[in-house]
C-alpha cells in the first residue's frame, strides 16, 4: 500500500468530512469578504457592459479561462451577447473575430499571464474598451485595461495554497453578481429568459401555458346540476380523468365532483347512487385560467391551502368550464 492510500485508510469519515467541511467555510469566507470589498469599481463595469453595442469577449487561460467560458455562457443566455476567445488562438488568426464596438473582459487569478497581457493590449489597439478582473489592482495585466475589478482571497482552500481553489470561486461569484447586476438593469424577464432557452425544460416551463395541455372540447367531463350521482358516473368514467365538472343550466360552474368524493359517499351512505350531484360535489372548486404557465398550475395543485389535488378546472372570464388539467398532462409534457 502507497504512502498516500494508508493515509487515506487511516482517516476515519468524520475527519474526511472536516476537511471538506473547512474548504467550504473558508471559501464562504472569502466571498462574504469579496462581496464587503466591492466598490465603484463594480458598478463602473457593470455600466461598461450595459452600454456594450458590441459583444463581451472572455478571455483566461486554466482555471480562469474555464471561468470565462461559464461566464460567457451565463452572459450570453441573460442577454448580453458574449463570446470566449483563447488568448493563445486569438494570435494565430481568432483576433478577426473582434470589433471597435466590442468589449474585453479578461480574467486572471495573478494578472501576469503574457498571453492574456499581450490580447488585451491588442484589443485596446482595435479601439475596444478592456477590463481586467485579476487577484491585484497593481497587476500588470489591470495596469494594461482600462477597468480593473478586483477578485483578492487571501489563500487558496488547497492546504497547499496552490491550486486555484477560492480563487476561481470568487472569480465565478464576481462573473455572477455583474450577471445579476444586469439581469436587473436590463429589466430582463423570464419570457426573455425562456426565448433563449426554448428546448431546455426551464424554458418550457416558462412558455407553456395551461391551455396547451388542458383536456377540452369532447375530453371534457361535464355534468348538469340537475343530475344524481348514479347519472353522472358514467361521464366520470369514461372520460378517464378522475372528475367532472358540475355546472348549471346556463353553463356556469358549479362545482367539481372527484373519485375521492365518489368514494366517501358511498363508503357513508347506502343511498349514495340517488343522491343529486350537488351533494357530493366540492362547491368551491380551485379554477385557473388557460393563459396561466402549465408551472404555476402544478405549484397550485401542489401547495393548495385546502390540500393537494391533482385535478383543476379551466374557465373563461364568466365562470364556464372551458377544460380540465390533470397533475399527468403536466408531468407529460416535461416541465419538470
Not at 395541455?213 to 340537475?226: I, Q
Not at 347506502?270 to 350531484?277: F, G, R, S, V
Amino acid at each position: 500500500m502507497s504512502a498516500a492510500a494508508a493515509r487515506a485508510a487511516a482517516a476515519d469519515d468524520r475527519a474526511v468530512i472536516e476537511l471538506g467541511a473547512a474548504a467550504l467555510a473558508q471559501e464562504s469566507a472569502a466571498l462574504a469578504e469579496l462581496g464587503r470589498s466591492l466598490d465603484v469599481r463594480f458598478a463602473a463595469v457593470v455600466r461598461e457592459l450595459l452600454d456594450c453595442r458590441g459583444m463581451v469577449l472572455l478571455t483566461g487561460i486554466g482555471k480562469s479561462g474555464l471561468v470565462a467560458r461559464k461566464l460567457a455562457a451565463t452572459l450570453t443566455s441573460t442577454g448580453t451577447p458574449s463570446h470566449f476567445i483563447h488568448p493563445v488562438e486569438a494570435a494565430h488568426g481568432d483576433l478577426g473575430i473582434v470589433r471597435e464596438a466590442d468589449i474585453l473582459l479578461a480574467i486572471s487569478r495573478s494578472g501576469n499571464n503574457p498571453e492574456v497581457i499581450s490580447l488585451a493590449e491588442r484589443c485596446r489597439q482595435f479601439g475596444m474598451r478592456t477590463i481586467a478582473m485579476t487577484g491585484s489592482g497593481d497587476s500588470p495585466l489591470a495596469q494594461v485595461c482600462h477597468l480593473d475589478l478586483p477578485t483578492p482571497v487571501e489563500r487558496e482552500a488547497c492546504p497547499l495554497d496552490l491550486t486555484p481553489t477560492t480563487s476561481a470561486v470568487a472569480a465565478m461569484a464576481m462573473g455572477d453578481a455583474l450577471v445579476v447586476a444586469l439581469i436587473k438593469l436590463r429589466g430582463f424577464q423570464a419570457e426573455d429568459f425562456a426565448m433563449f432557452h426554448p428546448s431546455g425544460v426551464l424554458g418550457r416551463s416558462l412558455l407553456v401555458r395551461v391551455g396547451e395541455v388542458m383536456h377540452t372540447g369532447k375530453e371534457l367531463p361535464v355534468v348538469r346540476t340537475g343530475m344524481n350521482l348514479r347519472e353522472c358516473l358514467p361521464e366520470i368514467v369514461d372520460k378517464r380523468l378522475g372528475g367532472t365538472c358540475v355546472v348549471d343550466g346556463e353553463g356556469l360552474l358549479c362545482g367539481i365532483c372527484v373519485d375521492g368524493d365518489v368514494k366517501r359517499v358511498l363508503l357513508a351512505r347506502e343511498d349514495a347512487l340517488d343522491l343529486p350531484i350537488t351533494e357530493v360535489m366540492n362547491s368551491a372548486p380551485t379554477t385557473v385560467d388557460a393563459d396561466m404557465l402549465a408551472l404555476s398550475a402544478l405549484r397550485i395543485m401542489e401547495h393548495r391551502p385546502e390540500g393537494a389535488v391533482t385535478l383543476l378546472i379551466v374557465t373563461d372570464g364568466e365562470g364556464r368550464p372551458v377544460g380540465l388539467l390533470h397533475i399527468h398532462d403536466v408531468l407529460k409534457a416535461g416541465l419538470l
